[in-house]
């Protein structure tokens, strides 16, 4: 035993190494399968049972990782959320409100979380956007999703800029300018054939970057 190595501690690589990326991959396994069979066959006629019978697991394997069957169809959104919050709070200082939010969101692509939980990948996310998008049940529940984004944001936004969101309105303004624009991005981007990370980045910048000029001043030609 080494020096500093505590008695018992699992070693680089050992079995607790070894059950947190079989874990990973059940999680996975779940995931990709869940989508899969909504996609396939609709989110309201997909069952638990089906899921948990194509990757041979238990159903209580399926709700240790999801706590239902609508956890499952957001997991891949909450995970993309959280890593732009995550960005968000790293932003530096010097750095304007809505600035700071076109970064994170940028950057959100960019980075892996250390976790690795899920296997995001643009396709993935594409898939997720376009079942709840056509799922009326689901679509609602997103509404509601959007909601809790945007006060989390805006607290973020107040908390940096040293302001009471309670009485100085400006945090959620500017939240909620940035968010309508991000939905009419994903609603683009879930349209294009080519629904990849480059085409979101370019949709994402080319729209935000549009913000400014069209809220102020004169639109027409001198």
């Given amino acids: 035993m080494t020096r500093g190595q505590k008695s018992g501690a699992p070693l680089p ?15 996975e ?33 399926f709700f240790r990782y999801f706590a239902n ?9 909450e995970e993309v959320d959280a890593r732009f919050l995550a960005e968000l709070r790293q932003r530096p200082a010097s750095e304007d409100p ?5 970064r994170a969101a940028l950057n959100a692509w960019s980075t892996r979380p250390e976790s690795g939980e899920a296997d995001i990948t643009a396709e993935l996310h594409v898939r997720a956007y376009r079942m709840i998008e ?7 529940a ?16 107040a908390e940096r800029e040293g302001i009471d969101p309670e009485t100085d309105p400006r945090a959620r303004v500017a939240v909620a300018a940035f ?13 294009r054939k080519d629904a990849g990370v480059d085409a979101l980045r370019e949709l994402t910048e080319l729209h935000l970057d549009e913000l400014g000029p069209a809220l102020s001043g004169s639109w027409r030609a001198a």
């Avoid at 690589?13 to 999680?27: A, S, V």
């Avoid at 968010?179 to 349209?191: F, K, N, P």
Wanted: aromatic share 6%; proline share 2%; with cysteine.
């Fill in 134 to 140: 056509s799922t009326p049940a689901l679509h609602a």
């Fill in 29 to 61: 396994a779940l995931l990709h399968t869940a989508l899969g069979l909504f996609l396939t066959q609709g989110y309201e006629r997909t069952t638990v049972d089906e899921i948990v019978d194509a990757v041979e697991v238990s159903q209580r394997t």
């Fill in 13 to 27: 690589g050992g079995p607790c190494g070894l059950r947190e990326r079989k874990k990973r991959r059940t999680r």
């Fill in 69 to 77: 069957k609508e956890a499952a169809a957001f997991a891949v959104q």
């Fill in 98 to 102: 809505f600035e700071a939010m076109r």
């Fill in 179 to 191: 968010s309508g624009v991000m939905r009419m991005t994903g609603q683009l981007w879930g349209g």
């Fill in 142 to 157: 997103h509404t509601l999703r959007n909601v809790g984004l945007e006060q989390q944001t805006a607290a973020l936004i």
